[in-house]
């Protein structure tokens, strides 16, 4: 079956690291379709340049210059998977904290802690815009001109995931996401996932209910695995 002849599955992604650490295994269990990253380079729904956009508006035009470019026509796309960072987004803002001690941004599992009062500005925020977005996103039925999608979250980050390490140089992010995938297996690939959806049953509403609530969107968490259930039911044989 030819690449043209495919359907296409697109995974928006906020940095090259979650490419490197799930493609390999994403390009094997997407067969036959076409599994293709969109990398944004940055936080789509913290970014204030786009403060008066819509989320939806946000994601159609990322979508839509995405299938420009790669000459696709809508009805090659069959799914659409968001894949986000929650970075704490949905904690109480007394939970963030000026500590004259760190240089930047550290998060823990229970507080963010700044170097500023300005940096706690921007922080909240920060929390409270992208926070907005993402209920919005979760709590409709959103489709792209009919393209089914969903966003799902690693927290607080890929890496705290996948490495257990919430604060990590930009450097060693690609070595450490090249090294995950060098190392797993695809059955263990699935099982670690499954283990990280500490959210009770196995349901998309409720992994989100459960990262929203208190200090959870800080603690090591992820419903990835829910995509990776979907991607299968669509590569099964009828």
């Not at 036959?32 to 204030?48: A, C, E, Q, R």
């Not at 696709?72 to 704490?88: S, Y």
């Not at 921007?122 to 815009?129: A, D, H, P, Y």
């Not at 993402?134 to 890496?159: A, E, G, M, Q, R």
Request: hydrophobic share 40%; aromatic share 10%.
């Amino acid at each position: 079956m030819s690449r043209a002849s495919r359907k296409v599955v697109i995974i928006i992604a906020e940095g090259s690291s979650e490419e490197d650490a799930l493609y390999p295994f994403l390009e094997k269990v997407g067969k036959p379709h076409n599994v293709m990253f969109k990398v944004t380079h940055g936080d789509l729904f913290s970014d204030l340049k786009s403060k008066s956009k819509s989320p939806k508006n946000i994601i159609g035009e990322v979508v839509s210059k995405f299938i420009d470019e790669n000459k696709f026509l809508k009805k090659d796309i069959l799914l659409v998977a968001q894949l986000t960072d929650t970075d704490g987004t949905f904690l109480d803002e007394s939970k963030v904290v000026v500590k004259e001690s760190v240089e930047r941004i550290k998060y823990t599992e229970d507080a963010i802690f700044v170097p500023s009062e300005k940096k706690l500005e921007q922080i909240v925020e920060r929390n409270k815009m992208k926070s907005q977005r993402l209920k919005t996103l979760v709590n409709t039925n959103f489709t792209l001109s009919s393209i089914p999608y969903k966003v799902y979250y690693f927290s607080c980050n890929l890496d705290h995931a996948i490495h257990d390490l919430q604060t990590i140089k930009a450097e060693e992010k690609i070595k450490k996401a090249e090294s995950f995938a060098d190392s797993i297996t695809d059955d263990a690939f699935v099982e670690f996932f499954n283990e990280l959806a500490i959210f009770g049953e196995k349901d998309f509403g409720e992994s989100w209910d459960f990262i929203m609530n208190e200090e959870n969107s800080l603690k090591r968490s992820s419903n990835f695995v829910l995509f990776l259930n979907e991607l299968e039911g669509l590569t099964a044989p009828n």
